[in-house]
């Protein structure tokens, strides 16, 4: 079946569907990332938007089991792939990635010039676009609804033992959180993203904001129970779309950027220090004003972007990438021993 991806600008590519026989809208993204094609699939941050591939082959080690997935399902609202591998290989494979995305109604398109969208995109920016494989649909702006409402738990719930709890507020947590927190003997309540601890009084040591899609200046329930734990003294780590809502529950300002960061191979500073690490992304807003009493904690050595604040003073941090990897590089899991010692003071 063919299909074609529609950009609000006018520029149309032609493929080959390989996913559900529907068309869809959202915004059009690229990841450069070379594997973890099921993490990024199943990423709650990708909720509303079309993903590129950008390495030309996909599907080559097929789809494990749901353990292994960073939620309980496909996020993406479309695939684009340059050549889809339909007999994958791989010992922990349990079905192809085209029957998997049938089964979850996804579409899918096999676009052999993904470099030229890419390049597109990087130009212009990402962008509106809708593929269009059955039937038509108008252009919608996903990043106009709150995602991080969609994306959430909608109750909250106790996870692990141990002696300290952190509260997560879920935005869209990716499961590699929890189970690094998990694997740190803390207890973890994963609570919904408008979920005010202190009214429900629970006691807890710490809270974590995770990440999660769209515009966080949507999140205003989240950046007021923020701003509350921040008057408490709670230790607080945020992490991606959580580094964006401590910005903003501080004082400081966010704005979208022009195509983002998706993928393992963004490069960070550690301000003060020569260390270089290399990080997994997947974000299309930025900290545009560092909050008052907060110092930038890292950098991105390609574009110069704020990449983490940390306070002064009080235990409050946040990192723009993701330390728990999932896919991608384990270089930065030590800044979840740095949160949790604080826990411990």
Not at 139 to 158: C, G, M, Q, W, Y
Not at 168 to 184: A, H, P, S, W
Not at 264 to 273: E, R
Not at 275 to 296: A, I, M, W
Request: aromatic share 8%; with cysteine.
């Amino acid at each position: 079946m063919q299909g074609k991806l529609i950009l609000k600008d006018g520029k149309v590519w032609e493929g080959e569907s390989f996913g559900a026989g529907k068309s869809i809208l959202g915004e059009v993204v690229f990841t450069t990332g070379m594997v973890g094609y099921v993490e990024s699939l199943t990423d709650p941050s990708y909720r509303g938007q079309i993903l590129v591939m950008t390495y030309p082959l996909v599907g080559n080690y097929g789809i494990p089991d749901k353990a292994a997935w960073e939620s309980g399902k496909i996020q993406v609202s479309g695939l684009i792939v340059c050549n889809y591998n339909d007999t994958p290989s791989h010992f922990l494979s349990k079905r192809t990635l085209a029957k998997w995305l049938r089964a979850e109604n996804i579409p899918a398109l096999e676009i052999k010039d993904t470099r030229g969208l890419t390049l597109h995109l990087r130009s212009d920016g990402c962008i509106l676009g809708k593929m269009i494989i059955k039937g038509d649909t108008d252009f919608e702006d996903p990043n106009l609804r709150n995602l991080a409402a969609e994306v959430s738990i909608k109750h909250p719930k106790t996870i692990g033992r141990g002696k300290k709890t952190v509260v997560v507020l879920d935005c869209g947590v990716k499961q590699n959180i929890i189970r690094e927190l998990i694997k740190r003997n803390v207890k973890v309540i994963q609570a919904p993203w408008d979920f005010n601890p202190f009214k429900a009084k629970i006691k807890f040591d710490g809270m974590l904001i995770s990440n999660g899609p769209g515009d966080p200046k949507m999140c205003k329930e989240t950046i007021a129970t923020v701003k509350l734990a921040m008057q408490k003294q709670k230790p607080i780590l945020g992490i991606c779309l959580g580094n964006q809502i401590l910005a903003l529950a501080a004082g400081g300002d966010t704005a979208k950027m022009k195509f983002g960061h998706r993928g393992q191979n963004q490069p960070v500073s550690l301000i003060g220090t020569k260390r270089c690490y290399l990080t997994t992304q997947n974000h299309g807003f930025e900290v545009s004003k560092v909050p008052k009493d907060f110092k930038p904690w890292f950098v991105n050595l390609n574009d110069g972007t704020n990449e983490g604040i940390i306070h002064q003073s009080k235990k409050f941090m946040s990192v723009q990438f993701h330390p728990e990897s999932c896919p991608g590089p384990v270089d930065t899991g030590w800044v979840f021993d740095e949160f949790i010692g604080k826990l411990k003071v």
